[in-house]
Structure formats: structure tokens, C-alpha cells
């Protein structure tokens, strides 16, 4: 009997390779999780204690300061209200009962969360003056005086309750998935009423991951900029990130300071926000080891389908009627001319596409961001999930919730965080990042590493290890198992989190907002930069293109979706 031996040197080259590629990995995150982090805690402490301390707690103690703060608890708690209400009721439906059709409806529901904010903020003030006409034809005479009511606090708690509902719809999903359909028919096999069943068994058992999705809601809705700034700033209602958008935009370099410690604001609420879920999920943790639910346990009867039908033309309302209105502003002839079938006009589109630069050039750094960032992202998060689910690295395990900072504290605090580190030129190399396309594209990396990483991670968990295990028996270096077996087998899930990187960076505007300088426009930037110009109709194109791309980039995702892990695209039922 010949045992099977390898080569000395074989093993000693690939331990050499996985040593290298995991210190490559750890100066990534290093470089892009870590640093921004510490660095903004850092600065954060000097300003307050510094020689410039009295200017920055007169900063922090102003009027507009405070009104600003008050005015982001206002959206951040209404918006979380309204999505935990919705998103709760939605899943509620979509899981526990037969809905047809299912995955419409899930569609519909989520793609609200993946459009662009400001778009979708536009779209629905472009909802307002055909809506207004209609009720003046009607003989209400007094509507030609009402002013649009979205621009407004309670416009605005609206479209973010609406907006981040699918958040809570997620995570309230996953957590009806994961309940024990044991219990449940306990529950009814000990005589309780479908209502009792819900409100004393499921509420309760599902009950940490509505309060995680309500934590995730109320720290996005706090870090919102594309709808506080389309619907506050005509109406003079600042929230913490509009605040430091107009600092930096009205004083440059100059309001660093000031746009530090207001940050330092907007993280201070968003910590409270996770802080509460923390405790709760500490203090009223409910597990229940059993089989997933397969089947709904509730049956609605006859009204079963007039629900489903309502809820889907209710869904379809809230996602159609302000996108048919953009699209109607984006091809209307001119201002205060009706539209007409045969007045449509495609000038806007051949004005934003053809004769104007600053649109060309948004596109063109938006797709290269896109595709740059989901590029990088997708080669780094191959070897760390490599080296967290099958050498089970205990370091990168623990470094897990610092990945997953630079996407959950808002993106106001990344961008200040990304420009006190690059304001001045980088060490040695005396290369200045500042107002150029690379500090977005370095946000950008940090940003959305745990959203290409978490796909990744699912695919290695469902890959069979032993034949990985077979490849290294018989010598095969870290490199031949890469291209041989991990990445033929793992191409989906990371193909998958490629395409959701790129749709959330192509037309993200809360980060490059405070980045981006001329020459580096993107197109999120581009559409609020065409609204406050007066050129509605221009950027109403513009978002109409934007959607055109980000249900394209859906459609890529979902042609892989029979090949992906489950949960890795949020909008499959």
C-alpha cells in the first residue's frame, strides 16, 4: 500500500500565497473600513478639545444646530413609524397567508427601497401640479393657492416611511421564515383563534427582528439626503445632512470643523438608534430550534384574493403613479404646456444625452464607479469569505462588524470621515485625493464591501468542502483551487453582489453629495444639480434613464437567481 504524499514545497508555496493574500486582506480593511472609522473618532475628539474647541461647541450649541437636529429625530422617528406600520403588515400577508401573486407583489414592494431616492423624491413632486389641475378642473378653485404638501415635514416622514418600508419587510420576513411550525400548530391545536395565534404567539417570536428592521430604518432614514434635500430645502426644513451640505457647499474647506461635529451628530443619533436595538435584543431574545415554515398556516377564504387584489393595486399605485409622472414631466413639450399624445417631446432626453457635458460626464463616472467599485469588491470579498467560511479565521470573524460600519452609520459621516482623511496629500507619495473621482471610488469600496461580501459568504456556505479539501490533499495551490473550483462554483453569488453594488452605487448621492467637485459629477448628484437649477423636465429624464439602468441591473440579478443561495436577492418571494 503506497501512501500519498505532497511535495514539501507545494504545501510551503500555497501557505506562502494564503499568508500573503490574507495580509492583502487585512490591509484593505485596514485602509478602508478601519482607518475612516478611527480617523473621524480621532479629529472628532481634537476639534472639540482643540484650539478651534469654542468655535465647534458654537457650532454645536447654534440655533440651526439644534433645529436641525430636532427636525432629524422628527423624520427619523415618523419614517421609522410609518415603515415598521407598513413593512409589518406587508409581510405579515406576503408570509403567513397563500398571496397570488407572490412574487409581484414582493417585486413591487421592494424595488421602492432599490430606486434612487432623490428619483423617487422627484417623481412624486412631479405627482403634485397634474393632481392639483385635476382638482381645480373639478371646480375647487381655492387648490390653485395650496403649495405641493410633500415639501413639507410630513411629506417628507411620508416618502421615507414608504421608501425604507421594505427594510422592515425583510427583516420581519425572515424572521416569519424562521418560526416553528410546531409551535404554531400548537397554538391551534390547543383551541386559540387565528387572532390569538397571531398577537400572543407570532408577534412575540418575530418581535427582535422588527425591532432590527426598525433600528436599520430609523439609521437610514437620519442619514437620508436625497429626499429631506428635494423636499426640505425649498421649504427651509433642514435636517442634519442638508445642514451639512449647505456648510460645505457654502464655505468649502473652511466649514470642515462645523461639518465634523454635525456629523458627529448624525452618529450620535444613528448609535442611539442601534444602541436600543442591542439592548432589546439582549434583554428579550426569543429562540425557537425547529423546521423552517414551509407552508402558510392562515387562510383568508373568500377574502383571501380580494386582499391580495387590493394590496397589489395599492402596491402598484405607490410605485407606478410617481414614476408614470416623471415620465410624463421627462417627454412633456415645454412649461405649462398640456401634454398630449401628439405633443410628446424626447428634447429633454436628447439634451441630457447629446448637448450637455455635465450629464455625459455624470454617466460616464457613475457607470466607471459602479463597475470599478463591484470589479475590486468582488475579488476582495472572493478571499475573505475564503478565508471566514473555510479556514474559519477567527480575526476576520471578529472584524466582521467593522466591515459592516462604512454601510450603517449614515453616509453624511463616511463622506466628512473620507475627506479629513484625504484632504491633504497622501504621505510619501504627496498625491492629493480631494475633489477628484478616487475619494468617491474609495467611499465607495468601503461602503458597499458587506453588500458584495454577504452573497459571497452565503455562496462558500452551501459549497461542499470536502472537494476543496480533495484539491488541497492532492497539492493544488490556493490560485489552481481558485480558478479551478471555488470561483466556477462561486460565480453566481458573486456575479449576484457585483450587480447589487452596482445598483446601489450608480446612482448613489448621499455620499458623493459632499465628495464630488466639478469634473466628478454623478448621476445622482447630476439630478439634484438639475432640480435646483429650474431644469425639472431635464432631470426628470435623467430619472427616468436612472430607473431604466437599475431594473436592468435587477433583471441581470435575477437571471442567476435559480443558481443563487436563498436571500441573496432580497426581491424573490
Not at 453616509?411 to 478616487?438: D, E, F, H, Q, R
Amino acid at each position: 500500500m503506497t501512501l500519498l504524499t505532497v511535495p514539501a514545497a507545494v504545501v510551503s508555496d500555497s501557505d506562502a500565497q494564503e499568508r500573503g493574500l490574507l495580509w492583502l486582506a487585512l490591509l484593505f480593511l485596514g485602509l478602508f473600513t478601519l482607518l475612516p472609522a478611527v480617523y473621524l473618532a480621532v479629529q472628532t475628539g481634537l476639534a472639540l478639545v482643540g484650539p478651534a474647541r469654542e468655535a465647534v461647541w458654537a457650532t454645536l450649541t447654534s440655533v440651526d444646530a439644534w433645529r436641525a437636529s430636532r427636525h432629524t429625530l422628527e423624520v427619523g422617528v415618523g419614517g421609522t413609524l410609518l415603515a415598521l406600520l407598513y413593512g409589518l403588515v406587508f409581510a405579515l400577508f406576503v408570509t403567513l397567508t397563500s398571496a397570488r401573486p407572490r412574487q409581484w407583489l414582493v417585486f413591487a414592494f421592494v424595488v421602492q427601497a432599490l430606486l434612487p431616492p432623490q428619483v423617487v423624491a422627484l417623481a412624486w413632486t412631479q405627482l403634485w401640479l397634474p393632481l392639483k389641475n385635476a382638482v381645480i378642473a373639478l371646480g375647487w378653485s381655492d387648490w390653485q393657492t395650496v403649495s405641493n404638501p410633500l415639501q413639507s415635514r410630513e411629506g417628507i416622514v411620508l416618502l421615507l416611511g414608504i421608501h425604507y418600508a421594505p427594510l422592515v419587510f425583510l427583516t420581519v420576513r425572515a424572521g416569519l421564515l424562521k418560526l416553528s411550525p410546531e409551535v404554531i400548530e400548537a397554538a391551534r391545536v390547543s383551541g386559540a383563534a387565528p387572532r390569538t395565534v397571531l398577537f400572543r404567539v407570532i408577534l412575540p417570536l418575530v418581535l427582535p427582528s422588527l425591532v432590527a428592521g426598525g433600528a436599520l430604518a430609523f439609521v437610514s432614514c437620519i442619514g437620508n439626503f436625497g429626499i429631506p434635500a428635494f423636499l426640505g430645502i425649498p421649504g427651509d426644513y433642514l435636517v442634519l445632512p442638508t445642514l451639512i451640505y449647505r456648510e460645505l457647499s457654502g464655505f468649502g474647506p473652511a466649514a470642515i470643523p462645523n461639518a465634523l461635529v454635525l456629523s458627529a451628530l448624525v452618529a450620535l443619533l444613528a448609535a442611539l438608534g442601534m444602541g436600543v436595538q442591542q439592548v432589546y435584543l439582549k434583554r428579550g431574545r426569543v429562540d425557537v430550534i425547529a423546521a423552517h415554515l414551509k407552508v402558510a398556516p392562515f387562510d383568508l377564504g373568500r377574502a383571501q384574493q380580494v386582499v391580495a387584489m387590493a394590496l397589489s393595486v395599492w402596491v402598484g399605485l405607490l410605485l407606478l403613479a410617481p414614476l408614470l409622472a416623471l415620465l410624463a414631466k421627462s417627454v412633456s413639450p415645454g412649461l405649462g404646456i398640456p401634454l398630449t399624445l401628439d405633443n410628446l417631446s424626447l428634447e429633454h432626453y436628447a439634451y441630457v444625452l447629446l448637448h450637455n457635458d455635465a450629464t455625459l460626464r455624470a454617466f460616464v463616472n457613475s457607470v466607471s464607479l459602479s463597475v470599478g467599485s463591484a470589479a475590486v469588491l468582488a475579488v476582495v470579498s472572493l478571499f475573505l469569505a475564503y478565508q471566514m467560511e473555510y479556514r474559519r479565521s477567527a480575526l476576520l470573524r471578529r472584524l466582521m462588524p467593522w466591515i459592516e460600519v462604512p454601510y450603517a452609520i449614515p453616509g453624511v459621516v463616511l463622506a466628512i470621515a473620507m475627506i479629513l482623511l484625504y484632504l491633504k496629500p497622501l504621505p510619501l507619495l504627496g498625491w492629493s485625493l480631494y475633489n477628484t473621482l478616487w475619494i468617491i471610488f474609495f467611499a465607495y469600496l468601503a461602503r458597499f464591501l458587506t453588500i458584495q461580501l454577504r452573497p459571497v459568504i452565503s455562496g462558500f456556505m452551501q459549497m461542499p468542502r470536502d472537494m476543496l479539501e480533495a484539491a488541497e490533499v492532492f497539492g493544488g495551490t490556493l490560485l489552481s483551487r481558485m480558478r479551478r473550483i471555488i470561483v466556477p462554483l462561486i460565480l453566481p453569488s458573486v456575479t449576484a453582489g457585483a450587480l447589487l453594488v452596482m445598483l446601489l452605487s450608480l446612482n448613489e448621492l448621499t455620499v458623493s453629495a459632499l465628495l464630488w467637485a466639478s469634473g466628478t459629477e454623478t448621476l445622482g448628484v447630476l439630478v439634484f444639480g438639475l432640480e435646483q437649477g429650474g431644469e425639472s423636465a431635464a432631470a426628470s429624464a435623467v430619472g427616468v434613464i436612472s430607473i431604466v439602468l437599475t431594473l436592468l441591473c435587477m433583471l441581470l440579478a435575477s437571471r442567476l437567481g435559480r443558481r443563487l443561495p436563498e436571500g441573496v436577492l432580497p426581491w424573490r418571494a
